[in-house]
């Protein structure tokens, strides 16, 4: 993995070289190991790489000639079905000289143009240059996994890895306006797809290109994948087997690496599963697998059982380890490591984020990266499998909003009074609306099923989208690349289609996931109640949370106050545990996250110097 930045234009900048350097140096973290530049008089890219296959090879920006034109890549990602494609390539008389997937998505453009992202099987955002065309081509992939942002300033093309680095660029500026407020208390900390909060800063969306020609000073934007709604054939032993060939290829692809990769382990299926892949797949090599689990202190006192989280991990990560040989590393959080680490969280996604369960990834990653490089999540099984609590209540099903953000009138009450003409209610829901027509539905479809699939794509684009937003910027924070199986579209396009009787096969959430894997995984975890990403119950953090908020509302010189209602967050706080009864976003962000976010809100004003608009 890695970060880029550049842009394109013919409006001279002022010392460009300090200010790419300046761009690029914001987002080093995302590729501590190597920083590249490549400039000719239209472009300017810079390049900062994380080492995973090939060190020598992959080095970037990369430059590669072909019947006399010059192309030229800025790439963050990984391909793993590179083996393919480059067979392909070089049988089309495209010589690779290296074993980076740089050069085979550079070689797959130069051969295919822009269907080259047809061909890639991965997570990926990059840039191409075509010097004597004199046009940029952007791509994202299926899912967004890898970001790429961009906005336009005299009428230069400005682009990169990370919002802070386009921030870099002159005459840039970070504003806030209405839509961008409506964003923050509407969704947050959700945001629309292709919007960034930030005024005239967007991003290219999952499963999309863009073109920006410069000749023609054109920009287009195009999709070039999306689900496929058709009537599922199969019986139920061939859905299952089908299932577990896609995922078994999905993470035996993803194993490969050149520096030391490891794996997730909470204990519940996702991760146990990859986990039971990898170490069996390690095995045949002779090697062990190391994984990694997080935990709070004292949470084994202080855990209250919910229907979001009904129990701990602990016991079933043992189980883990007692079935498979593998090299397990607990890691202990602590409150102050969770407050410390708001700030660092908030610089890391550019936003106010989903809190302490944003930092304690971020902080997790970083031990992690003390062991290992590349590490496997069971990220996005919930989005594809429908394992969330939502996907079985029926307030949820027929709801006309997001199931995951229903306190919208508590966001509305904190808003400052003199954006009453603001009605966040109306916002969301016409957001919602407009999202909701884009579902693609089987005219065979059942009624349940059309209602399972209208949660089921917004869990993949919205919530979804949040979590993985939260994955790439926590690791990439600490320069760890997380690789995330059940985000193979081609995986993702068989299950979507299977009918929801067959996937909660026994009546349980993700019946089908379970059946397929329950001989690799013990009894207890193939059949665990849906349990997600742990969070700390510690008292302590609250307080502590509290007292930091206090201040702020305290101290009218913080900016904070231009957007909230000093006296309704404060009863608020008064009254924390019967105002949110459930998550205000979310599974686990309840009082204290409604707490820290505000502080990261915050933050965010003052460290992004934001202009909010009147």
């Keep these: 993995m890695c970060g880029f930045c550049g842009w394109v234009g013919n409006k001279k900048v002022e010392d460009r070289n300090s200010v790419l350097y300046k761009m690029t140096d914001t987002i080093t973290t995302r590729g501590p190991n190597e920083t590249g530049y490549y400039q000719d008089d239209y472009i300017n890219l810079g390049h900062n790489r994380l080492i995973v296959i090939d060190p020598n090879g992959g080095k970037q920006p990369m430059e590669k000639m072909c019947n006399g034109q010059k192309f030229v890549i800025a790439y963050n990602g990984e391909i793993y079905n590179i083996r393919q494609i480059r067979r392909e390539l070089e049988s089309n008389g495209i010589h690779i000289e290296t074993n980076s997937d740089t050069e085979i998505v550079l070689g797959s453009y130069i051969l295919w143009k822009e269907k080259c992202v047809e ?13 004597e065309n004199m046009r940029v081509f952007l791509a994202r992939d299926h899912f967004g996994i890898k970001p790429l942002f961009y906005s336009f300033s005299n009428n230069n093309l400005v682009f990169a890895s990370e919002i802070k680095s386009i921030l870099k660029y002159p005459n840039i500026d970070a504003v806030l306006d209405k839509e961008g407020i409506c964003q923050l208390f509407g969704l947050g900390p959700a945001r629309v797809p292709g919007k960034c909060v930030f005024k005239n800063i967007y991003e290219i969306k999952p499963a999309s290109y863009a073109i920006f020609d410069f000749m023609q000073n054109t920009f287009s934007q195009v ?14 032993l061939t859905t299952i087997d089908t299932v577990r060939k896609k995922l078994d290829n999905a993470i035996k692809e993803q194993l490969v690496s050149d520096v030391p990769l490891g794996s997730m382990l909470s204990g519940g299926v996702d991760s146990s599963l990859i986990t039971a892949i990898a170490q069996l797949e390690f095995e045949k090599e002779g090697k062990t697998l190391k994984t990694f689990s997080v935990d709070y202190v004292d949470n084994d006192k202080n855990f209250k059982a919910n229907d979001f989280q009904p129990d701990s991990d602990k016991a079933y990560i043992q ?16 409150s102050e490591r969770l407050v410390e680490g708001l700030h660092d969280a908030m610089q890391a996604r550019d936003l106010p984020g989903m809190a302490d369960v944003d930092v304690s990834l971020l902080e997790f990653c970083k031990e992690i990266k003390k062991e290992v490089s590349v590490v496997l999540s069971g990220e996005y099984a919930d989005e594809v499998f429908g394992g969330y609590p939502w996907f079985y209540r029926e307030d949820s099903l027929n709801s006309d909003t997001f199931p995951w953000s229903v306190a919208i009138d508590t966001r509305q009450r904190i808003l ?41 794509y917004l869990n993949m ?15 990439m924070r600490t320069g760890l690349e997380v690789r995330v199986p059940f985000t193979d579209y081609r995986l993702v396009q068989y299950v979507w289609n299977i009918p929801w009787d067959l996937k ?28 997600p ?29 231009k957007l909230i209602d000093k006296e309704e967050v404060k009863n608020i706080l008064n009254d924390l545990d019967n105002v949110f009864t459930r998550p205000w976003f979310g599974q686990l962000m309840t009082g204290p996250q409604f707490i820290a976010y505000l502080i990261q809100l915050n933050m ?7 202009q909010v608009e009147e």
């Design 119 to 131: 061909h890639l099987v991965g997570i990926f955002s990059f840039a191409i240059w075509e010097k």
């Design 223 to 236: 999709r070039y994948w999306e689900l496929k709604s058709y009537e599922h054939i199969d019986d139920e």
């Design 319 to 334: 189980k883990m380890q007692q079935r498979y040989d593998v090299e397990h590393h607990d890691i202990v959080l602590n």
């Design 416 to 456: 400052n009074k003199k954006y009453k003409d603001i009605d966040l209610k109306k916002y969301v829901n016409d957001v919602y609306d407009e999202f909701v027509e884009q579902v693609p539905l089987c005219k065979n479809d059942s009624e349940q099923d059309k209602k399972i699939k209208k949660l089921m």
């Design 461 to 475: 684009y919205w919530f979804g989208a949040t979590l993985i937003d939260r994955t790439d910027r926590m690791s």
């Design 504 to 531: 909660t096969m026994l009546g349980r959430e993700k019946g089908l996931l379970r059946l397929a894997y329950k001989d690799v995984l013990p009894k207890e975890i193939a059949f665990r109640k849906k349990s």
């Design 533 to 561: 990403y742990p969070k700390t119950y510690d008292p302590k953090y609250t307080q502590k949370l509290k007292e930091q908020l206090m201040k702020i509302l305290n101290n009218d010189k913080e900016p904070i106050h």
């Design 604 to 610: 965010w004003l003052v460290e992004y110097d934001i």
